[in-house]
């Protein structure tokens, strides 16, 4: 889980969670941050954030997370939500087929309002704890490939793939030249192996 800010915190980054509402976007959030999982948790009002700070091989990496309301009522905080966004996770239920057949707004939206054009992208399908699923993992697969996204499936409430995918966006983001910038004159140096038994399956697509 996130580890604690040293010294030597190499970066901030902003990292949005963007979604149809109800697909567990704050519980995403919440069990990455604080290890927590609230199955009555309600829906967010605008918008909620948390900041936390992560080790990623010895680079401490200070995150600022932002979740949206998925409800359309709050389109209006859209723009300034987007700004400076360096990393997105878009994310779905795999048990809701609408929410995935919205995943293309939220592309749109994610297209329009972005300011940074080279942002990481990951599309996270939750809720795979769940019975009934109606989206095949083959499918959210190829819908990242499409748009070039990182892909992952995660369970907030069993923790499964929550930290891998975090992780994973967050060096690709450090891997991304003119993305962020150091806030001290040290190197990054990633060299983790992801080859792991344990390791959930993921796609840089």
């Not at 996130?2 to 963007?18: C, D, R, S, V, Y």
């Not at 954030?49 to 990623?56: A, G, H, K, L």
């Not at 994973?168 to 080859?195: C, D, F, M, Y």
């Not at 792991?196 to 796609?203: E, K």
């Amino acid at each position: 889980m996130p580890g604690n800010e040293g010294e030597n915190t190499l970066t901030t980054l902003k990292i949005l969670i963007i979604g149809e509402s109800g697909v567990g976007k704050s519980s995403l959030m919440l069990r990455f941050v604080d290890d927590t999982f609230d199955p009555e948790i309600s829906a967010t009002i605008g918008v909620d954030f948390r900041v936390t700070t992560i080790n990623i091989d010895n680079n401490f990496v200070k995150l600022a997370i932002w979740d949206t309301a998925g409800q359309e009522r709050f389109r209006t905080l859209t723009p300034s939500y987007y700004r400076g966004g360096q990393g997105i996770i878009c994310v779905y239920d795999v048990s809701s087929r609408a929410s995935f057949d919205k995943l293309g707004h939220w592309i749109a939206e994610l297209d329009t309002y972005c300011t940074k054009s080279d942002a990481v992208k990951m599309l996270v399908g939750n809720k795979i704890d769940v019975e009934g699923r109606v989206v095949t993992r083959e499918e959210g697969l190829q819908f990242a490939k499409k748009h070039k996204m990182l892909f992952i499936e995660a369970s907030a409430k069993t923790r499964e793939g929550v930290q891998f995918a975090f992780e994973e966006l967050i060096e690709k983001i450090l891997q991304t030249p003119g993305l962020w910038e150091a806030s001290h004159g040290g190197n990054v140096n990633l060299k983790r192996q992801r080859e792991t038994d344990d390791a959930p399956s993921s796609c840089t697509c």
